[in-house]
């Protein structure tokens, strides 16, 4: 049964970050399909980036379990079924995410057989983004609902707050780059008045530029995995 919405919703930090891995997550299942056809290089980018991936995800589920869900359930004063399910994906995904860059390393590995890899690998990437997929529709509307209910505008911030000065300084300088190639023009704008002046400076002049040599050759990489598919 759904709460009355009492405040307006402002943390759209959180949610953007989901769409990000999200994207992202759907990108690896196309890397996953083209493996096999990877050269040493191309598999050198794809570690570098997963790796990144990897970090991005890591991060975005220590903040729900370590302050976000505890802050709802703090609130609500009492455990909520419906967290301690979310928390049980939470391990899944984890594990899968694991799995995943413990074959991207194997791949790495040219005494290898690369074909019996990637059958692995898109097992648990395509099984990654359909887990992912429903997590994240589920845990928007929970938090969605919560938030708007129990936590006035300035106690959501507060909690976006402690997100970021919990996450390492390395994550930060990753993750506006990385969310403003996620997020279509209107959220861009919306995410930016959030960022202080320095952050903008930093990202313009260095951070952008580290993301890139990340994401880029991934990018090429499933474009051509895309391109091959059959219309």
């Known amino acids: 049964m759904s709460e009355n ?41 794809f570690m570098r980036w997963y790796g990144f991936y990897w970090d991005m995800m890591e991060q975005h589920h220590s903040a729900e379990d370590d302050i976000l869900f505890i802050e709802i359930e703090k609130r609500l004063n009492k455990p909520s079924e419906i967290i301690e399910g979310m928390e049980v994906e939470h391990t899944r995904l984890q594990f899968l995410i694991d799995e995943i860059k413990r074959l991207i390393g194997e791949a790495g590995r040219h005494d290898r057989n690369l074909l019996l890899i990637k059958t692995d690998l898109e097992k648990y990437a395509t099984e990654l983004l359909r887990l992912f997929s429903h ?21 959501q911030n507060k909690i976006e707050e402690r997100v970021k000065r919990k996450a390492p300084v390395k994550y930060l300088s990753y993750m506006i780059p990385w969310l403003n190639d996620a997020l279509t023009g209107d959220e861009k704008k919306i995410w930016n008045r959030t960022l202080p002046w320095s952050a903008k400076v930093f990202n313009h002049f260095f951070w952008r530029e580290k993301y890139e040599r990340i994401v880029s050759p991934v990018k090429a990489l499933a474009s051509k995995a895309l391109s091959a598919q059959p219309h």
Not at 9 to 24: E, I, K, N, T, Y
Not at 135 to 155: C, G, L, N
């Open 5 to 45: 919405r009492k405040y307006e919703f402002v943390m759209q930090g959180s949610f953007f970050a989901r769409r990000a891995l999200m994207r992202d997550t759907e990108m690896l299942v196309e890397l996953s399909r083209r493996l096999d056809l990877m050269n040493k290089d191309e598999i050198g980018h």
């Open 135 to 155: 997590h994240i529709s589920e845990e928007e509307k929970y938090v969605h609902e919560k938030m708007t209910a129990h936590f006035t505008p300035e106690e």
